[in-house]
Nanobody, 122 residues
Framework: QVQLIESGGGLVQAGGSLRLSCAAS????????MGWFRQAPGKEREFVAA???????TPYADSVKGRFTISRDHAKVVYLQMNNVKPDDTAVYYC????????????????WGQGTQVTVSS
């Protein structure tokens, strides 16, 4: 079965760094675009960053530009490097995959992980 598993979440102080990972299994993700989304308590899920199958297209939400970096390794492991984190970054972070091959709207992502909690203390 297709499975996306996030890891790397945890507690971190404001200004610190951490790296999230998403491991894919069950099918080849070499042609899939991957994305990171997050959802804070009481808020809607929002886009954070994405990366095309080639790695050449990497859009970011304005709120994380210059602080977060998305990357991928053979389309099977996707990373989100989070630097200079802020309390507003606190959320459950979800990894997702789309067969479209390039980043797109949330509805295009067919597969989702179960999320990993990131908590940033002030």
């Amino acid at each position: 079965q297709v499975q996306l598993i996030e890891s790397g979440g945890g507690l971190v102080q404001a200004g610190g760094s951490l790296r999230l990972s998403c491991a894919a299994s069950g099918l080849s993700f070499s042609t899939y675009a991957m994305g990171w989304f997050r959802q804070a308590p009481g808020k809607e899920r929002e886009f954070v960053a994405a990366i095309s199958w080639s790695g050449s297209i990497t859009p970011y939400a304005d709120s994380v530009k210059g602080r977060f970096t998305i990357s991928r390794d053979h389309a099977k492991v996707v990373y989100l490097q989070m630097n200079n984190v802020k309390p507003d970054d606190t959320a459950v972070y979800y990894c997702a995959a789309t067969s479209w091959g390039v980043p797109g709207p949330m509805s295009r992502y067919e597969y989702w992980g179960q999320g990993t909690q990131v908590t940033v203390s002030s």
